[in-house]
C-alpha cells in the first residue's frame, strides 16, 4: 500500500466520528461489551494500543463487532505490525515514525496514522506521502495553538490530535482547519470497564460522538 493510499483510508477512519477511543485493555474478555458500547454511542473506529499483553486478543474480539472498525495503537516494530494485522485490525497508529515502521505498514498493507510531534517531523512524512498524520502527545507539545500554527505553513497536512485531550479541551482542536478528529481514552475510564458499566460507557461516548 503506497503512502497515498494509507492516507486516504486514515482519513475516511477519521471522519468515522470526532473522537478515537483510545483503548488499554488490561483483559481480553471486556473487549467485545466495549467495542459494542462505544459503536452503540456514535464512536466506531477504536483504537486499542498494543501495551498490554491482552490487546492482540481484543483487537481480535473486537474486529467481529458490528460496525466497529478496529485498529492497533502503539506501533513500534515491524512483528507488531504483522500481529495488528493477523488479529483483525483495519489501521495502525503510531507515537512517533520510523523508516522501518513505515515500510512494514506499507508492506503489510495496513493504513497507518503515524505519529508527528514537530514541522520537521510533519514534513518528512510528507515528503514521503503521509498527508494524515497523529499530532502526539498534543497538549504536552503546546495543544491546540501549536497545532494550528503548524497549520499555517503545512495546510495539506491533516491531523488527529492525540494525549491529553478530554471532553474539556477536545473543541479547540476540532475547530481547527486542519484536525480531522481527536485521538482520547476519557470515553472508556478504566472503572467504568472494570465495573460493567457499559451504558456509562455509551453516555460518555454519546457525549464524544455530539462534538464538532
Ligand atoms: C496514549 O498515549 O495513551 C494516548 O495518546 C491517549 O492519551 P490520553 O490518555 O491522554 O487520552
Known sequence: MTP????VAAAKTCLLAPVVPV???DDASTAADLARALVAGGLPALEVTLRTPAALEAIRQMAAVPGGVVGAGTLLTPKDVEDAKAAGATFGVSPGATDILLDACEANDLPLLPGTATASEAMRLLERGYTVQKFFPAEANGGAPALKAIGAPLPQVKFCPTGGVNLRNARDYLGLSNT???GGSWVAPKDK?????WAGITALAKEAAALS
Open 4 to 7: 497515498q493510499d494509507a492516507s
Open 23 to 25: 483503548l488499554v485493555i
Open 180 to 182: 480531522l478528529c481527536v
Open 193 to 197: 470497564v472494570v465495573a460493567g458499566d
